[in-house]
Every structure is written in C-alpha cells, then in structure tokens.
C-alpha cells in the first residue's frame, strides 16, 4: 500500500499512538495520502470498548463534522462555474423572503457575514435540530452580530443555509447534489450522512476525573448537514485530500480550487497563523501552508489537510468528544513525512521548440533598476527575479495578440506585457504592467532626461 520508507512508517506509528495514549482517546486512525493515493495509515486504541485491543482502520467510519463545510463550498464554486450564481449575489436573492440583506454568498463561505454561529433554538442544549423550512423560518430571526468582513465569526448557520441555497438552486437535495457532484465521480463510496452501517469507530466521552469513557449518541441533524452532517474514512479523505491536492476537471477546476485557497479573512489575528479562504481552513506552520478543515461531533474530532506544493496530505480522526488537537495531528503526520522521506523531484524533461516572437526577448532585462530574467519552458514565456526565493513562482505569460501578452500567474498577474521592436524586429522594449524595461539598467533620470 506504501511507498513510504519503513523506518519513517514507524516513525508515523508512534506519533498516532503518542496522541491516543496522552490524548486519552479511545480510538484513533492517522493516515498519509500521496501521490494520488491514501499512501500509509495506521489505527491505536479500540474502535469498539466492547471489543477492546482492536483498532479502528483506514476503513472505519468516523463523523467528519465541519468537514463536510469543505465539500458544501466546493459544490456551491462548481454552481457558481456553471453561472447559475455568483459570489456576489445575497441571500435576499437566492432565498427570498430573508430578512437579512446584503450577506454575500463569499462572505458565508469565508466566515465573514457577521451573522450568529448556531441556528436559533439553542439546538446544541436541546439537541433539536431544524428541519429545511425550520432553518429559513429561524433565518431571520437570527442575529447578525458584526459588521461584514470586519472580523473572522465561524457561523454553522450560515454554513447550513448555503446547503438550502444548493438544494434550491440543483434542484435536489444537499446531499444528493454532493453525492452526484462530488462523491461519486471521486468514488468516495463510504461518505454518507450518518454511519453506512459498516465499520466505524464508537463515539466516547471521556471524563477528565475517570478513565471511564462514556458513550455519545449519534445525532440526526436535519438540515445542518451541509454544515456537519457527514461520515467517512481515511479511505475516502484520502481521495478527497488528493482532489484538493490535484483537482479533476470533472469535480472542479484547477483555477477554481486555487481561488478558494486564497485568504479571505484573518482567523487569527495575533500570529496569523489560520485564515479562511472559501471554505477552507488555511493553516500555516513555519514555512508551510496547509489546506483543509477540522471537525467536531459528540465522540468524534477530525481534520484532514493538505500540502498542495508536494500533494501530500494528512488525515487525523479521533473517536472522542474531547481530543488533542486534530490539525496538529494531521499536518504532523504531512511534516514528518515531508522531512524525512519526500518523494524525488520530477525528472527535468526538456522542451520541443521556442516560439519565434519570443526569441528575441529571452534574457535579462532591467525595471526599476532591477534584472528580470525572461525565459521559456515548454514553449510558455515565462519571467522572474533572480534575487526571488526557489520556491516563488516565476511570471507567466499568454499571447493575446501580435507582441501583447497577458500575466496569466505569478508577479503582475493580469497586467498586460508588450514587446516594442526596431526597424529590424528586434525588441528594443518591453512594458510590463506599463513599467518600462530594457536591456541596460537605467534609472529613472535616464529614461526620459529633461
């Protein structure tokens, strides 16, 4: 099942079981997913204390919780690429009748409307949940409590109204939606709402004066589910954490799944350190930045997140009400492997031709005193600093007509480039982002001395 070195697996193992016996949790799995695939997992504990010494498997159903934001948000860009709404458009307008006006689809997914956390009823003392119509009747007597994008408030309300927002606008309902969407084209075959029925991990409470777990119920949460309703396995997690790594066309686009991993709005504002972008949970440790989400239910808290750059992912599920944290678990378990075994590079595979028109502009060419070096990969111009970091991206171009370029990604993304020749055809210029470049450094007295 693995490529990953032994020595390392052990390494893997011990960690898991560190935070099951500290953590105090009945039942745990740690997985890794690389390459495409769930690449290594391993489970501590007991799934059932029922059957005690019998761990839980890569195969065991846990409850994703707030997990399930992550595939609600995907579903929602995917209508959004199909133009049947817009990041702009409101509630008011998606779901007439709402009281609230101006609460932006972009500011539910990133946590940004201001509105209250939890549905009105207190429905986590009652432990009863609203039904569709409950939740849009309870809607407008919910409170909006800040001000629009002025400060991150994580909202399972308005999580679960942007579930009512898919049912209405797919005509279907929110998991069915998911369901064709997402889970079967991925062939996540054990994500359901609720258990399946098949092996899972029992959901305990342990007291912190007694070693004596108790055990949670199982809830139905009615129309709370795009918000936290979902069940699934380090198996499935695995293959979602690779489509958030390597996304397919069929689900989602590259462009689209980038552009719900740019922040939106600061979570943590003292260390910076968690921002949201649409959907997703951004998490940053060190140099490295991670996407993903936890999740939290009655005996089960979860996270699965991912290094994008290296396609590897972490996956951390907890059969406790109280755990350690999961997210630390998961990007623990992406950092160890990352360090101590990471995949080779790519093979360097060289190009088949460089386009004529931009033969002339490879090389060095000065801006604002400073070199950037323009060359071409697999027939694309491309342009970077030679004082930039390895690990920035260079500018890339895209022709858009006869010496005019658009910057498709990197620095200056979405200013035009353009190529001024001589009388030979030789470019003499470029202006990038209308700054001027040429081949000699200049300052700024020169180019247009007085």
């Known amino acids: 099942m693995t490529d990953i070195a032994e020595q390392t697996q052990n390494a893997l193992t011990r960690i898991v079981a560190e935070r099951q016996s500290k953590g105090r949790v009945p039942g ?14 391993t489970g ?7 059957n005690p010494g019998v761990p839980p498997t890569a195969d065991s159903q846990f409850l994703i919780a707030s997990q399930s934001k992550t595939l609600t948000a995907v579903t929602i860009m995917a209508l959004r690429d199909e133009g049947k709404l817009t990041l702009d458009d409101t509630v008011d307008k998606l779901i007439p009748g709402s009281k609230h ?43 909006r409590i800040g001000k629009p994008h002025n400060r991150f408030h994580y909202s399972n309300l308005v999580f679960s109204l942007l579930g009512e927002i898919v049912a209405r606008i797919d005509g279907r309902s929110w998991y069915e939606s998911v369901k064709a969407r997402i889970l079967d084209p991925l062939e996540m075959r054990r994500t359901t709402v609720g258990m399946d029925g098949g092996p899972a991990q029992i959901g ?31 198996e499935d997690l695995a293959k979602w954490a690779m489509f958030v790594a390597n996304p397919v066309d069929e689900v989602l686009s590259k462009d689209t799944l980038d552009e719900m991993c740019q922040v939106q709005i600061m979570a943590d504002v003292d260390r910076w350190q968690l921002a949201f972008g649409l959907g997703f949970m951004l998490l940053r440790r060190g140099d490295r930045l991670f996407v ?20 590897t992912a972490g996956i951390a599920l907890f059969g406790a009400t109280s755990s350690p944290a999961p997210s630390a678990l998961a990007t623990d378990l992406i950092i160890k492997v990352l ?34 070096t323009f060359t071409v990969k697999e027939g694309v111009l491309q342009a970077k600093s030679p004082a930039a970091a390895e690990w920035q991206s260079p500018a890339v171009f895209e022709k858009i007509a006869e010496d005019t370029y658009r910057t498709v990604s990197g620095r200056e993304t979405g200013e035009l480039l353009q190529i001024t020749r001589d009388s030979s055809g030789t470019p003499e210029k470029l202006h990038w982002a209308t700054y001027l470049c040429t081949r000699q450094p200049l300052a700024f007295a020169d180019i247009n001395p007085r």
């Open 28 to 41: 745990v799995v740690g997985a890794v997913a690389r390459a495409g695939k769930l690449a290594w997992s």
């Open 44 to 50: 501590a504990g007991s799934a059932d204390l029922e």
């Open 101 to 143: 006006e101006g609460i932006t689809v972009r500011q539910m997914l990133s946590h940004a409307s201001g509105m209250q956390r939890e549905p009105v009823g207190d429905v986590w003392d009652l432990m009863k949940f609203p039904s569709r119509d409950e939740l849009v009747e309870g809607w407008n007597d919910a409170e």
């Open 204 to 234: 305990y409470y342990v007291p912190p004066w007694t070693d004596v777990p108790v055990r949670e119920p199982l809830l139905d949460i009615g129309a709370m589910d795009a918000c936290g309703g979902l069940a699934s396995t380090a």
């Open 292 to 311: 993903g989400h936890d999740g939290g239910m009655p005996g089960h808290i979860t996270s699965t997140f991912v290094d994008r750059e290296s396609g």
């Open 339 to 372: 360090e101590d075994d990471p995949l080779p590079p790519e093979a360097w595979v060289p190009g088949t031709d460089v386009p004529a028109e931009v033969a002339g502009v490879l090389g060095t060419w000065f801006t604002e005193g400073s070199p950037f």
